[in-house]
């Protein structure tokens, strides 16, 4: 009988023992299943990281490529644009323009795919590209996302000391017998004008004529150049212009320089014709602001509004015979310009719709019949563009801060 109950016990303690072994066998199963694992997924996430570290360092060479090709060119920089593209995730609207540029294959990975797109604001900043650079490992999932800004001298700034009249000449100005004419300067209160106190110049002219040739010009010189009535001037201010003689002949530009500065024909005809080509006109959102007008034609068309103002230049083309009036009814705010070339026989007699923002002509205006022309403070401001302080105008150079890396 106890012999019996021994026997018992030693298989209860063998099973038991049995089964604690082979507890332990799967718990150290589990455990080295789980450890090559951890190990397994370790050696994965390494080379995804690996594989999105290549793409990354793609994308920050095709960027660095494409920078330095910006650089090293020597044609004009609208010719990077020529090759349209879609527009990076989130940039939408006729305002963005943006274009493929040529990438050079990495010489270290043959099977990789770099592209970079430029983008720009062809309203508020055409002179800023911004640099969308993508790298990518063939037959992987792994990309890479950077992007930088860069400033190109496709436009220079406008001057800040450029006058604030609103009236801009290279000449005299007279008006018509039985004249409609309503010029007002910048007043202290802008939004009413002709009332307030005016803070620049009603007209400001680069030439008058040096009546008694003793070379300076006199107030007496001045008035009769500047021969407004003062029902013509209803808002008052002064009528500026040069204290000394000056010749006006081969034709010196002074009235464009002193309001676009070496902004030159070529860039505004170029800018323009962007804005043009990428579907902007006046009732777009944003509404189009250049407008290169070579067509002799008057003009019918109202454009501009105080928030985005235009320009409007008439070429020295339109201006071949006479320069194009400003229809009747047409409200216009921002700046226009008239390259009549120093003749004023192409302005006798205009006719100057409504102008909310600045006139500039590069000649006389003799005769002057009808238009109504108010100063703004934002008449300029179409082509005014941004130029951190420090920036060199005249070469490429990185926007400060503008680097970042993956999808926005």
Known sequence: MNHSR???????????????????????ALASFYSS?????????????????????LAEAALASAQADIASRNTPFSTLLTTQAPCPAGIKGPQWQCAALSVSPHPALPQ????????????????????????????????????????????PPAPGDAPQAALVLNGCVSEATGASLRVCPLVSKNGQPCI?????????THFVVD?????????????????????????????????????????????????LGDITAEQLQAWSAAQERNGLHALST????????????????????????????????????????IAPGVHIHGSVVLDAGCDDEKMRGWQGGWIEGQLVVESGLPEWRT????????????YILDWPDGIDAS????????????AR
């Open 6 to 28: 021994t026997h018992t016990t030693d298989t209860q303690h063998g099973a038991i023992t049995l089964l604690v072994a082979t507890a332990l066998v799967v718990l150290a």
């Open 37 to 57: 694992r951890s190990v397994l997924m370790d050696q994965l996430a390494g080379q995804n990281h690996a594989r999105a570290t290549q793409a990354r360092l």
């Open 112 to 155: 990789a795919q770099a592209s970079v797109t430029a983008v720009r604001d062809l309203v508020m900043s055409p002179h800023v590209l911004t640099l969308h650079a993508q790298g990518r490992l063939a037959g992987q999932n792994s990309q890479g996302l950077v992007r930088e800004s860069v400033f190109l001298p496709m436009l």
């Open 196 to 204: 307030g106190t005016a803070s620049a110049s009603v007209i400001q």
């Open 211 to 259: 009546t008694n040739r003793n070379g300076s010009i006199s107030s007496a010189e001045k008035t009769a150049c500047m021969a407004l009535s003062s029902t013509s001037l209803p808002g008052g201010g002064t009528r500026s212009g040069p204290s000394s003689a000056v010749p006006r002949s081969p034709c010196n530009r002074a009235a464009w320089r002193s309001v």
């Open 286 to 325: 944003p509404p189009r602001s250049i407008y290169w007008i070579d067509s002799p034609a008057d003009w019918g068309q109202s454009v501009g509004t105080p928030e985005t103002p235009a320009l409007l230049v008439f070429s020295s083309q339109a201006c071949a015979l006479r320069c194009p009036r």
């Open 371 to 382: 238009g109504t022309l108010w100063a703004r403070s934002y008449g300029r401001n179409a």
């Open 395 to 406: 070469r490429v150079q990185r926007v400060n801060g503008s680097w970042s890396e993956g």
